[in-house]
């Protein structure tokens, strides 16, 4: 399987910050990235595909990029209902293996 | 509008056998290019890739639990059935389902997901 890592681990921060969370891959997934938003109890959302798509209806503020094996997500602007749990899945070869989450604090 | 709701028992015995189900609308396994996955998330650990139905009724697994897993679909019934044999304490979490599009350049996406189920298993 592909594994999948994150940093960092958690990250506090503020409304109005700049948030960037990094994802790498064991092995080259080429484009075939997605991350998602999880809040507790809740499912995972799709926020952006093939790593720089966004999905339909997510905001603007929400920005990704990469390619292979080193990827990003960028938030631009933190807001409120912006902090939850950060989660990218490789799309290149089943099992699509996920990361372990970063988790977006208050501060 | 889609949905996707997981449903199946809360506590399983160590050893048996679970059984969930997906039930869907909006949406339909006889159309070509559909499918629906199988993905569980247990405490403290990462979401994990448990199986996939095509809609031509292909089938993949995860590997490490492949043995121990069968994901069937009733198109009528707009079900997906997922069976886990052998269930072990590590097993317990929370097990979603979600819905795969196939997107033109052929990249698969999962942008609805089911709310959930959660399966303890203990003795």
């Known amino acids: 399987d592909i594994q999948m890592t994150q940093s960092p681990f958690s990250v506090s921060a503020s409304v109005g910050d700049r948030v960037t969370i990094t994802c790498r891959a064991s092995?080259?997934?080429?484009?075939?990235l997605a991350w998602y938003q999880q809040k507790p109890g809740k499912a995972p959302k799709l926020l952006i595909y093939?790593?720089?798509t966004l999905q339909s209806g997510v905001p603007s503020r929400f920005s990704g990029s990469g390619s292979g094996t080193d990827f990003t997500l960028t938030i631009s602007s933190l807001q409120p209902e912006d902090f939850a749990t950060y989660i990218c899945?490789?799309?290149?070869?089943?099992?699509?293996?996920f990361g372990p989450g970063t988790k977006v604090d208050i501060k | 509008q889609i949905t996707l709701k997981e449903s199946g028992p809360a506590l399983v015995r160590p050893t048996q056998t679970v059984t969930l189900t997906c039930t869907f609308s909006?949406?339909?396994?006889?159309?070509?290019?559909?499918?629906v996955g199988w993905i569980r998330q247990s405490p403290g650990k990462a979401l994990e890739w448990l199986a996939l139905?095509?809609?031509?009724?292909?089938?993949r697994y995860s590997p490490s639990l492949e043995s121990r897993l069968t994901i069937t679909k009733d198109t009528s019934k707009n079900h997906v059935v997922l069976t886990m044999t052998n269930l072990d304490p590590v097993d317990s979490g929370t097990y979603f389902c979600?819905?795969?599009?196939?997107?033109?350049?052929?990249?698969?996406?999962?942008?609805?997901w089911g709310p959930g189920t959660l399966v303890t298993v203990s003795s």
């Open positions: 139905i095509y809609w031509d009724d292909d089938r």
């Open positions: 093939e790593a720089s």
């Open positions: 092995q080259g997934v080429s484009n075939w």
């Open positions: 909006g949406f339909s396994l006889r159309n070509s290019g559909e499918g």
């Open positions: 979600a819905q795969r599009v196939l997107m033109p350049n052929g990249l698969s996406i999962y942008p609805h």
């Open positions: 899945q490789q799309a290149n070869t089943f099992p699509f293996t």
